[in-house]
């Protein structure tokens, strides 16, 4: 997938140079043919997030995956990768086809979702020093930022679960 990618942006930048009409409207139709190659990867995910789910008979929890470009920053390398994939179309995807298989979907806030620690509640910048790894400070737990940050929003998604599901109190 990401070498597919790279080749369709050197094949990008080459027409972008010409600058002529013709050179124009086929940068038009690789936009097009990108903006497919894209849905389809996200159908492909979503329909095996989806499945084991069903499968394992689980929900699906997922950080809201809007305006993520503007929360998140990433090395000068990937900021083309990241600006080009469509986050929250593959959202969107997931949540549609979790609602047609009868999988409980639920999204998440993710503010300080990376920051806090799942085994004591203590949240801190001090707590991810460097991007890929996590340590908490008071408690001592320490492993991957990305595994804690699942776990994280997985605790957040049965907690809201709960309160999405809870019948009305009754009247006084």
């Keep these: 997938m990401g070498r597919y990618r790279r080749w369709q942006a050197r094949k990008r930048a080459e027409l972008q140079v010409r600058q002529t009409r013709s050179a124009k409207q086929l940068l038009k139709k690789r936009a097009r043919r990108e903006a497919r190659h894209a849905a389809h990867i996200n159908h492909k995910i979503a329909k095996t ?53 009868g999988v409980p979907f639920i ?19 001090a707590n991810r020093r460097t991007r890929d790894h996590f340590h908490c400070r008071r408690c001592g737990l320490a492993g991957p930022a990305d595994h804690v940050a699942g776990a994280n929003i997985a605790t957040r998604g049965a907690t809201a679960w709960v309160f999405v599901n809870m019948p009305d109190p009754a009247p006084a």
């Design 107 to 125: 999204e998440v806030d993710p503010a300080y979702t990376s920051q806090r620690c799942p085994r004591c509640g203590h949240t801190g910048r």
């Design 49 to 101: 997030v989806v499945a084991v789910a069903q499968r394992t008979d689980r929900g699906i929890a997922l950080e809201e995956l809007g305006g993520i470009r503007e929360r998140v920053t990433v090395p000068r390398d990937q900021r083309a990768r990241q600006s080009s994939w469509p986050f929250h179309q593959l959202g969107a995807f997931i949540a549609y086809k979790a609602k047609r298989a």
